[in-house]
């Protein structure tokens, strides 16, 4: 008699609830909390058709896969589903929602258009309309009460508009009682900068129709995350809105009829007292009366002791000096302290920064703003005063895109990151240049150790070096990034496409200086990004 022994792989012997647990960790790549990278996404979008891969391997697979909730809680919209007719395919959107039964779901709408080159808005057709995202929205709001995050992504105004109306409306009647974190982004920050702001029709104005609303503070009771990027809002309601457990508030490049005034800001950041992450970034705050607007005539008693990192992006230096002193006596336990310039690029006169240096020397002992600061850094900013006689100190400076005289502005005890090629042209005259900037009391500060040269500024610090020196006590160490070793060669040998788009003449000319993809303005705002270089203790 002959007998039919089958083979089991051992997988199969594996019970099915730690099967199932292996699928949902196979699936589910969590992102670190402390990342607040702009491209990070609530979740891994690659791998939401993960499951559907383990779907399709047997059939004990399949049905454990089916039945295990866990795994459909992300749902990613994206053109891609968008069919050749224009409409929008919902039917995956609906599989997710009812194969992940009663669980909380993550949401990413990714509207963008990686194609589109930033014409005339007036002009161009979203491939991700309107009538989509109305489609997307029709599908998710039922949903609204098992909510987590909430990302929405869009190149022009129109789709965010679609969805900000029903969304709204949702939010007013039923609220998001589960919803930690809520990403509204136009990802376009030339937009700010325009002419035309949703201003004009009131309609677009988020939560302006919540204004009076009785429970509106009960509306999102466990939001964690806001970010409103190039998206304004009803700043009042959303103030009465905004929950006191709110952690991190991200409000970047808005036009300026919708930016916030800086009574507008005081309430939003009162109504928000454990806040550990603030970014205000080409947004405000507005002063209608730049000399005599001072925070200190307003009656709402601000006080931000959890606040550990901010980030400041001015349009001018009254309102970055008037956010300063708003958040200098409000938030004593600011660690790290960002400064941008988030002015207009294409404008011809640059914004002195000095002024918002000289708010962080301390006139005494005993009013020393940001006392506990560790870290600053400044990126494209313009110093065209002279240096402090008492410059700020701070452990930790990186600047970015930055001139040579930033070295002599702030003084840097620890470690110090260079990124840019309009500071220094080899690690000696860096070195030079802080031992200059430290002026005669160098001998009370502790001089910097390492000083490390990258050959780009991506260059990763891991890179083997290729130049070690010790000079002065500090020992500096050069890097040379691969791709400057290629020149101009590819992985497999051959020449780099990318050094080819100049052989033909009339490419050639369009490049050079005045040719129509050189444009002066840009590349002056933007020549700072060469290379970097960085001192470590």
Same mark, same amino acid.
């Given at each position: ?57 047997? !059939? ?125 982004? !136009? ?41 409103? !990027? ?218 910097? !150790? ?88």
């Amino acid at each position: 008699m002959n007998y039919y022994h089958q083979a089991f792989s051992p997988i199969a012997s594996l019970p099915v609830e730690l099967l199932a647990y292996i699928f949902v960790l196979g699936t589910h790549e969590p992102v670190p909390p402390d990342v607040h990278d702009d491209e990070c996404q609530p979740f891994n979008a690659e791998s939401v058709k993960t499951p559907l891969v383990y779907a399709s391997v047997s !059939r004990l697979w399949r049905n454990v896969a089916l039945n295990t909730p866990a795994l459909y809680t992300s749902l990613c919209i994206t053109p891609n589903l968008v069919r050749d007719v224009g409409v929008l395919d919902v039917s995956p959107i609906s599989t997710y929602l009812q194969l992940s039964c009663n669980y909380l779901v993550d949401i990413l709408i990714d509207a963008r258009d990686h194609d589109w080159d930033f014409e005339d808005e007036s002009c161009y057709k979203p491939l991700f309309s309107t009538e989509n995202m109305s489609a997307a929205l029709g599908v998710l709001l039922p949903h609204i009460g098992r909510w987590r995050s909430l990302s929405i992504l869009t190149d022009v105004y129109s789709p965010m508009h679609a969805a900000l109306r029903p969304l709204e409306a949702c939010l007013a009647a039923n609220g998001a009682p589960h919803l930690e974190s809520l990403r509204l982004m !136009r990802c376009d920050s030339y937009a700010a900068h325009a002419s035309f702001s949703p201003v004009s029709n009131p309609h677009h104005v988020f939560l302006s129709s919540i204004r009076g609303h009785g429970g509106a503070s009960l509306l999102l009771p466990n939001l964690r995350y806001l970010s409103l !990027r190039g998206v304004p809002a009803a700043w009042e309601p959303l103030a009465s809105v905004l929950p006191d457990c709110l952690q991190s508030l991200e409000l970047a490049y808005h036009p300026v009829p919708t930016q916030p005034t800086i009574s507008e800001l005081q309430g939003l950041l009162a109504s928000t007292p454990r806040l550990s992450r603030l970014v205000v970034n080409g947004s405000g705050p507005v002063l209608f009366d730049p000399i005599s607007a001072s925070p200190a005539s307003s009656s709402h008693d601000l006080w931000l002791p959890e606040l550990r990192d901010l980030t400041l992006g001015y349009v001018s230096a009254p309102t970055g000096l008037a956010f300063l002193q708003l958040l200098s006596a409000a938030a004593p336990n600011v660690r790290a302290l960002h400064i941008e310039d988030a002015s207009d690029p294409a404008s011809l006169t640059p914004v002195d920064a000095s002024p918002l240096l000289a708010a962080l020397t301390p006139s005494n002992l005993e009013s020393k703003p940001f006392p506990h600061l560790a870290a600053l850094e400044l990126k494209r900013t313009h110093l065209a005063g002279s240096p402090l006689q008492h410059p700020p100190e701070v452990p930790h400076l990186e600047l970015v895109g930055m001139d040579s005289n930033a070295l002599a502005a702030v003084r840097c005890t620890d470690t110090l990151c260079v990124k840019g090629g309009k500071i220094l042209s080899s690690p000696a005259q860096l070195l030079c240049a802080v031992l200059i900037g430290k002026g005669q009391d160098a001998e009370q500060h502790r001089p910097l !150790r390492v000083l490390e040269m990258h050959g780009s500024t991506f260059a990763t610090p891991g890179a083997v070096p290729v130049e070690d020196f010790v000079a002065g006590g500090t020992r500096v160490r050069v890097f040379r990034d691969d791709a400057d070793e290629e020149d101009g060669m590819d992985e497999d040998g051959d020449e780099d496409e990318d050094t080819l788009m100049g052989s033909d003449r009339e490419e050639e000319e369009a490049f050079k200086p005045g040719g129509v993809f050189n444009d002066p303005v840009f590349d002056a705002r933007y020549a700072g990004y060469g290379g970097m270089i960085m001192a470590v203790s």
